[in-house]
């Protein structure tokens, strides 16, 4: 296939000059190199390193990193489209690309807008040049463990890993699920719950520290043979009395408790990557019915209005999908109101759900030679079920905080609670 259109035409949706340029930068790079590689990562169940390799050289592991401090400067909104871009051609590229970015985008915009003392802010200033040099003269790539898989990464109680404060650091005990990176990430950026004097763990007393690859006392367990999104590399973390220099605190205490209240957006970072599978899904299929997709026959299937309809529907279910989300990205800031909230939960629903239900008809749709080990719409169909799962917005939750806000005003509560 050649070169695909954008995702959101610059025109049309009336893009930034800097939003083009990122976003045709990741779609280039995602069509002529992680396309072809992706493939052999999903069934090797490898990291894409290579693919980190290209990331790098293009200085796209900076994307969001301050300009003022070396790197690409994208804000919020500027990232998400052009992570789309990624998540058409190697799901796992852009879902573990995310992780690293969040490391920016919350130690950058986010805590910008956020408060902090004088000091607080003086220290932050001085602990994220460090950080993004990591990055921008070492290569430094990060993981984002912070599900463990009670209710924490639902945001209910707070994380059961634990940083206890010792002489210049601190030291962390616990356990990490699900972390993608896991074994190719050069520091981990850790969720933990600051132990109170009292020995009380509380969800404001969350920490953010970055614990390097080599830690002692830090080990990667446990196998990783998934459905989908299996280049992700997502097996567990263990620490085990690791200490942390308090350098490596990526946000001063209970920054990251206030962004996850004040910015809630932040979590919507998980979508570009299933957008773009649901591009991808879209795109295959079309070129399928007509008869141009790479390696098949040049058979023509489209004359059949069984196909044009399911086709119908798919446009369809992209076109409310990518107008709901590009909307809802537009709104991302510090204190939304609650009506964009509302709007963000069902813009991640619709496109963790949209990606999957849109690649089953594409399935459906293009029939059983599509389904070939040798052709991306498998890959896309599995990695696409993936993400409704991703806490702390599944597709469950999702639903749960929408009914919900939707029927009560802050405080209100019945009269037979
Ligand atoms: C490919 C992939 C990559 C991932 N990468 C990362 C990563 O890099 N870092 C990371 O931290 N995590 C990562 N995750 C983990 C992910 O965010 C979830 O934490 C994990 O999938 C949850 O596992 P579970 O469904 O067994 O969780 P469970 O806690 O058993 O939740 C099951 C479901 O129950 C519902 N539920 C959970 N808690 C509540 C609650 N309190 N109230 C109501 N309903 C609830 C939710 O809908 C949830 O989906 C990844 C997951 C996948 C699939």
Not at 34 to 55: H, K, Q, S, T, V
Request: charged share 25%.
């Amino acid at each position: 296939m050649n070169e695909p259109a954008p995702m959101f035409d610059p025109d049309l949706w009336d893009l930034t000059p800097e939003q083009v340029e990122l976003a045709s930068l990741c779609r280039r790079l995602g069509a002529s190199r992680f396309r072809p590689r992706a493939a052999m990562f999903d069934r090797e169940a490898r990291f894409p390193e290579e693919n980190y390799a290209d990331l790098r050289e293009h200085g796209l592991l900076g994307i969001c990193i301050p300009k003022r401090y070396g790197g690409l400067g994208a804000d919020f909104k500027t990232y998400m489209l052009a992570a789309a871009e990624i998540g058409r051609f190697c799901g796992s590229t852009a879902l573990t690309f995310n992780m690293h970015v969040c490391s920016c985008l919350w130690t950058g915009e986010l805590a910008d807008s956020l408060e902090m003392t004088r000091e607080q802010r003086r220290r932050h200033e001085r602990r994220r040049a460090r950080h993004y040099a990591r990055i921008l003269e070492e290569g430094a790539i990060y993981a984002q463990p912070f599900s463990e898989g009670g209710a924490a990464a639902a945001g209910t109680v707070p994380f059961a890993t634990t940083a206890r404060r010792r002489d210049g650091g601190w030291v962390v005990n616990g356990r990490k699920i699900f972390a993608s990176l896991a074994g190719s990430a050069d520091y981990y950026g850790v969720l933990c719950t600051q132990v109170g004097e009292d020995g009380t763990l509380k969800r404001r007393d969350t920490l953010y520290l970055a614990v390097p690859k080599d830690a002692p006392g830090f080990t990667v367990t446990g196998e990783w043979d998934p459905l989908g999104m299996r280049a992700t590399v997502s097996r567990d973390l263990v620490f085990r009395e690791v200490f942390v220099p308090e350098e490596l605190e990526l946000m001063p205490p209970g920054t990251y408790y206030q962004a996850a209240v004040r910015w809630p957006h932040m979590f919507l970072t998980l979508t570009p990557t299933y957008l773009g599978l649901a591009q991808a899904a879209y795109d295959f299929t079309v070129a399928y019915l007509r008869g141009e997709l790479p390696g098949m026959p040049p058979v023509k299937r489209r004359m059949y209005a069984t196909k044009q309809l399911a086709v119908a529907e798919m446009r369809l279910r992209l076109e409310q999908t990518k107008a709901l989300w590009f909307q809802a990205i537009s709104e991302a800031r510090v204190d939304p109101p609650k009506e964009a909230v509302l709007r963000a939960w069902a813009a991640q629903h619709a496109v963790m759900e949209g990606a999957n239900d849109i690649a089953r008809l594409a399935v459906r749709t293009c029939g059983g030679q599509a389904i070939l080990k040798r052709f991306e719409l498998e890959r896309i169909y599995r990695d696409s079920r993936c993400g409704s799962l991703m806490l702390p917005w599944t597709a469950e939750l999702c639903l749960d905080r929408l009914g919900r806000a939707c029927l009560y005003e802050e405080g209100e509560r019945d009269e037979e609670d």
